[in-house]
């Protein structure tokens, strides 16, 4: 046996498939760590977005529908999400791809030249203005701006936008010409527009205008199917720019991370894969490594999981349960994935080793070597539901086919 069939690959694909390596070595306790190298291979992409979540399957369809057209549209998701990866993907891969992307964040607009800053000026329109300025519209011209966090753009401000938005005109600050502009018009906000509205906060035929067109881009505590691969995306990037050569994940921190609610969304996740990268002594980030997470009201959980702290302590996994520090065992891991696959299915075996992504007879040693009665499968957890997505992994990795059994993808 090879030293990587001692370790469980983290498995992609839209659909679960188990790496080859996997089905060729028999269950072994030793077990804790998830090998890097193939764990991007079946996953989807789009201009330097990665997952496997239907929900960016989704985002990647809407994209591929309103790429060819130039009507103003709205990205709306949370701070980190991605939002600007979209518009640029929409970019790209548009009739305007040739020309310049051009991103004005509205949260630091100069109040007292905010539409200088949007439509530009000419020479003497005000004190200090000393020569011509294009502004961001005419600088975007025959490409995309995008208007990021359009929702703090001040109210006086809206009216003037929404008839460049509906006319592509636009008047400089001390003009009496008015320019033809040819864009693609794109903004974003984490804010509730809609809310907004109602409160006198944003114009509503504004609101209207730009959200006739919109994609919803959930936040990543919504699709952690993509946390795995958008891991290896990080951890992969961070190793060609530190000169490390990170290539293992251990179990115990997969769990931390799937458990984590990500507030800071994919942005977040980025910073904690590069902090681990840099702090991992070896091939495989750790518990140890993990220093950086936030905690739910955004505040960093430093040190959290140092060192000294006992959960961290390079211990194999236990048989059974969790640890006396509550951390989670590989056995806990894959009853779980049992006890979801059949909640699932409504207790139909079969679909359920489908689901799972091993044989019937494998499933059947899977409950019994489990404890897991047949007649009395509990309903899911939140929990389970929640990180069915370890589970299935870990209960796949840690069961073989018997020799000469037919692999089960």
């Known amino acids: 046996m090879n030293a990587d069939q001692n370790f469980i690959p983290i498995i992609n694909g839209a659909a679960p498939r188990v790496h080859p390596q996997v089905l060729n070595h028999r269950e072994d306790p030793t077990i804790d760590r998830i090998s890097l190298p193939h764990l991007t291979i079946g996953s989807l992409s789009m201009e330097g977005m990665v997952g496997r979540s239907q929900q960016l399957q989704e985002v990647f369809a809407a994209i591929e529908r309103l790429k060819p057209y130039r009507s103003p549209l709205l990205i709306v998701g949370e701070t980190g999400a ?6 640029h993907a929409l970019h790209i891969r548009g009739p305007y791809s040739k020309g310049p992307f051009v991103v004005f964040n509205c949260c630091n607009i100069v109040h007292a030249l905010a539409e200088s800053q949007l439509f530009g000026h000419v020479k003497g329109a005000f004190t200090d203005a000393s020569q ?20 703090d753009l001040p109210l006086n401000l809206q009216g003037k936008l929404l008839r460049a938005v509906e006319t592509f005109e636009i008047q400089p600050v001390g003009s009496a010409h008015h320019h ?25 035929d504004l609101y209207y205008r730009m959200n006739a067109t919109a994609i919803r881009l959930a936040p990543l505590r919504e699709r952690t199917a993509d946390i795995e691969v958008l891991l290896a995306h990080f951890i992969k990037h961070y190793n060609r720019i530190l000169g490390k050569r990170v290539e293992y994940l251990s179990l115990r921190a997969l769990a931390i991370l ?28 750790d518990i140890k490594d993990l220093t950086n997470l936030s905690t739910e009201d955004g505040r960093e959980r430093s040190g959290a999981f140092s060192a000294s702290s006992s959960i961290v302590q390079a211990q194999p996994l236990a048989e059974g349960g969790t ?24 207790g139909n075996r079969r679909r359920a080793a489908q689901t799972l992504g091993v044989s019937r007879s494998t499933f059947y040693r899977m409950l019994a070597r489990h404890g897991v009665r047949l007649e009395a499968a509990p309903a899911a957890s939140p929990a389970h539901a929640r990180h069915h997505t370890e589970a299935e992994a870990a209960a796949r990795a840690c069961e073989a086919p018997q020799p000469g059994a037919p692999a089960a993808y």
């Open 82 to 87: 991605g939002k600007e990866l979209v518009a």
């Open 132 to 151: 011509d300025a294009q502004g961001c519209f005419r600088a975007a011209n025959g490409g995309t701006l995008v208007l990021d966090e359009i929702g």
């Open 180 to 204: 033809r502009v040819d864009l693609r018009l794109v903004a974003s906000t984490n804010r509730d527009l809609g809310a907004m509205v109602k409160a006198g906060q944003f114009r509503a």
């Open 258 to 285: 799937l458990r984590h609610s990500w507030p800071g969304n994919v942005r977040e996740l980025a910073h904690v894969a590069e902090n681990a990268v840099l702090l991992a002594t070896d091939e495989c980030i």
């Open 323 to 346: 640890s006396q520090h509550g951390a989670t065992t590989l056995k806990s891991i894959v009853k779980d994935a049992l006890l979801d696959a059949l909640q699932k299915t409504g």
